[in-house]
């Protein structure tokens, strides 16, 4: 689970301060997919930097798994942020020379995954990647799979430590309908199956149907408590 309790956020401006995120609590509970929306400008990445322990707010308290993020030094923040939350960036910022499945052991190797027998790592590799649906391209470098598809190898990396977090950040802009479905399917899919705690940032609400509730920033205000959003989830994820 994860709890922003009274978080705010400024920045300066010239000689004053602008508010990017102001007095907002909101709990993300295990295994839901709590939406964030909100216009331009309206403090839903400085929220999610936040979350994910990359900024330390002005005040609040960010929980994450009963650890207060919000005190940690900075070490102990990398620390936390290393082994409890898995974060999935607008573009898939995948490292160009190395495989899929690569991708994941370097993230493992990084989250203390060289402790485990490497055969048990790889094989944690591989199933996540056919959790993804991409179990047949492991040995494929980024340019040689789709948007889609890179996208995807982004999420199963974000998973490789079994986060019980998972902080995800617009991942459908740069996706055409189709794709930016079928990656949100597939986020609702692993965190009802892996019960994370999943905040999705997004300002397109096309693909709502695959979020659990939603919460609407404005101004760096929450102007609503966390809806439940109806629907099926518009799209499956292909195998």
């Known amino acids: 689970m994860i709890r922003l309790d009274d978080v705010t956020l400024t920045f300066p401006d010239g000689d004053a301060r602008i508010t990017a995120v102001d007095h907002v609590s909101l709990e993300a509970p295990a295994g839901v997919v709590t939406g964030v929306t909100g216009p331009s400008g309206s403090g839903k990445s400085s929220l999610l930097a936040v979350a994910a322990t990359l900024i330390r707010p002005d005040s609040g308290h960010v929980w994450i798994d009963d650890v207060d993020a919000a005190t940690l030094t900075r070490n102990a923040a990398t620390a936390l942020r290393r082994d409890h939350i898995g974060i999935v960036f607008q573009q898939s910022n995948l490292?160009?020379?190395?495989?899929?499945?690569?991708?994941?052991?370097?993230?493992?190797?990084?989250?203390?995954?060289?402790?485990?027998?490497?055969?048990?790592?790889?094989?944690?590799?591989?199933?996540?990647?056919?959790?993804?649906?991409?179990?047949?391209?492991?040995?494929?470098?980024?340019?040689?799979?789709?948007?889609?598809?890179?996208?995807?190898?982004?999420?199963?990396r974000a998973l490789v430590n079994d986060p019980s977090v998972l902080l995800v950040d617009e991942p459908t802009s740069a996706l055409d309908q189709?794709?930016?479905?079928?990656?949100?399917?597939?986020?609702?899919?692993?965190?009802?199956?892996?019960?994370?705690?999943?905040?999705?940032?997004?300002?397109d609400l096309v693909h709502r149907g695959a979020l659990d509730r939603l919460v609407t920033l404005?101004?760096?205000?929450?102007?609503?408590?966390?809806?439940?959003?109806?629907?099926?989830?518009?799209?499956?994820?292909?195998?």
């Open 218 to 239: 404005v101004d760096g205000r929450i102007t609503d408590g966390g809806r439940p959003v109806p629907g099926p989830v518009e799209a499956t994820v292909s195998r």
């Open 178 to 203: 189709e794709r930016g479905a079928a990656v949100m399917a597939l986020v609702a899919e692993l965190t009802h199956e892996r019960r994370t705690a999943t905040v999705l940032v997004t300002h």
């Open 95 to 156: 490292v160009p020379a190395l495989t899929a499945r690569e991708q994941l052991l370097v993230m493992a190797e990084l989250g203390g995954g060289g402790h485990r027998r490497r055969a048990a790592v790889r094989r944690h590799a591989d199933e996540l990647l056919d959790a993804v649906g991409l179990a047949q391209h492991g040995g494929k470098r980024p340019a040689q799979l789709s948007g889609g598809q890179r996208q995807r190898v982004a999420i199963a």
